[in-house]
């Protein structure tokens, strides 16, 4: 098993595991909770732009 060499991928990835795991546990990030909207920003981005 190897990890990708693209940034957008790799971001999107860490994206839905936040997501997931948020959702199956009802997980309370409080101030963090902006984590998760700047990470599926960041993955559109670098997806958008080839990285």
């Not at 957008?8 to 984590?35: C, D, H, K, T």
Request: positive net charge; aromatic residues 6%; without cysteine.
């Amino acid at each position: 098993m190897t990890i990708t060499k693209s940034y957008g991928m790799l971001a999107l990835a860490i994206y839905l595991i936040l997501v997931g795991l948020i959702g199956v546990f009802n997980i309370n990030l409080g101030q963090l909770s902006v984590v998760v909207p700047l990470t599926a920003l960041a993955a559109g981005v670098l997806i958008l732009l080839g990285k």
